[in-house]
């Protein structure tokens, strides 16, 4: 009787290769999205791109379709065209005048992909193997793990002195009313279950603009109240879910870049207290060049935090204008990095992105119970209808200390979906 051998199951991925798998990942679909960016606008989609650059449809549609995914991860790499493939696409988009600069670092990206096929797997479809068999096990990679950022989250509380519970990032857009050249901001930041041990660095928040760096200057915010947001603020703090007796808020920093230094007022050495405060801003919709000022929402982690509540809400006229999608990225002191380049400063092991919806309904959340109640008063405190209002939210057990959580904004032009 004849036997029937089983075929053998590729070797997954171990934490160090899906580690470079995902990180190679980011960076070719960050050069792959500069050099894509700077075709015409009708050669975007698969099928005018692959007249244009007169490369076959199918590697176009792949580039296309990788593109307009959230984010990339490992299996990103199982996705994309082959390295032939990319090299014909990159000599294509060469013939057609793209920045030779463009194209000479997504060929440097293309050559790293291939020595990892060749390192790991021996072609992309064994690659895609072992991509699949990482992802199906349980242990398929621990590079940044929940186990690890709970490490850090000690550690950092025992350098700095202070920690929270739970880190609170509430933002919200609209376009201003009455102004079709401005756009409303809203920001609610809470620490909750906060502690700070004598002598350890004083609990603080960071309120920076999250505009283009390029943006003209903008006033200063001011309290959801309208109260000017400068020196000791009350209005800036909503009462309602803060520790009694208030703690004392100085608000302080030049034009919207702010910081919020708290001093909690009466309280025993390692004695709790939660602060929640809010402002509200008015921002130019563009950039002088005509690009759109806002394009991502960041969320940094000053503060060790054990969980991470990071909701971003747009106007429905501005959300369907985008496409959003949420990473954690290592804190550069201007809080940005070139688009292109943020592989380099991506972590391995992404958040996820949820779509919470229009309104408030599914506002509530596992990590604060009040959640609900602090999104539903804070539109009603600005006066803003929240079935306007479609929400997003990125959620962390662990945040990483010192990150940012980035929430960015691809805006979506006509033919950018044309035959993903």
């Known amino acids: 009787m004849p036997v029937t051998m089983a075929p053998r199951r590729a070797d997954p991925l171990s934490s160090e290769q899906w580690g470079r798998a995902e990180r190679l990942a980011s960076r070719l679909r960050g050069e792959l999205g500069s050099i894509v960016a700077a075709l015409p606008e009708h050669a975007r989609g698969a099928s005018g791109m692959a007249r244009h650059i007169d490369v076959v449809r199918n590697t176009c549609q792949r580039v296309v379709s990788v593109l307009a995914e959230p984010a990339a991860d490992a299996g990103t790499l199982a996705r994309l065209p082959g390295v032939k493939g990319l090299e014909q696409f990159l000599d294509g988009c060469a013939r057609v005048g793209v920045d030779q600069s463009l194209v000479a670092l997504g060929g440097a990206a293309v050559r790293d992909f291939d020595r990892f096929i060749r390192e790991n797997a021996g072609s992309q479809s064994k690659l895609a193997d072992r991509i699949a068999a990482a992802e199906a096990g349980a242990d398929a990679h621990t590079l940044c793990s929940v186990e690890a950022r709970a490490d850090l989250f000690n550690a950092a509380a025992n350098v700095t002195g202070r920690a929270c519970e739970v880190a609170i990032s509430l933002e919200a857009y609209r376009p201003a009313p009455g102004q079709p050249d401005k756009i409303e901001r809203a920001v609610v930041n809470g620490l909750i279950g906060t502690t700070v041990t004598p002598g350890g ?124 999608a949420v990473d954690a990225q290592m804190w550069y002191p201007n809080l940005e990095s070139p688009t292109g380049d943020r592989w380099l400063t991506r972590f391995p092991a992404q958040p996820k992105l949820q779509l919470l919806g229009v309104g408030v309904s599914a506002a509530a959340s596992p990590f604060y119970t009040r959640h609900a109640e602090l999104t539903a008063r804070t539109f009603e405190r600005l006066g803003w209808n929240p079935n306007d209002l479609v ?17 960015s904004l691809d805006y979506v032009t006509p033919n950018a979906t044309d035959d993903a």
């Not at 690009?291 to 935090?305: E, Y």
């Not at 929400?391 to 929430?407: D, N, S």
């Open 201 to 324: 660095i004083p609990a603080s928040i960071l309120a920076g603009d999250t505009l283009d760096p390029e943006s003209e200057p903008q006033p200063a915010p001011v309290s959801l109240d309208e109260q000017p947001a400068k020196g000791v603020t009350p209005s800036a703090i909503l009462a309602e879910f803060s520790t009694t007796p208030l703690p004392t808020v100085t608000t302080r920093g030049p034009g919207s870049q702010l910081v919020q230094v708290v001093d909690p007022e009466r309280l025993e050495p390692g004695q709790m207290f939660d602060i929640v405060t809010a402002r509200r801003f008015t921002h130019p919709r563009l950039n002088p060049d005509g690009s759109p000022a806002l394009d991502s929402v960041w969320s940094l982690v000053n503060c060790p935090s054990r969980r991470l509540i990071f909701d971003v809400y747009f106007h429905r006229e501005m959300e369907r204008m985008f496409r959003p």
């Open 391 to 407: 929400g997003f939210r990125c959620e962390v057990e662990y945040p990483i200390w010192r990150a940012g959580y980035c929430m």
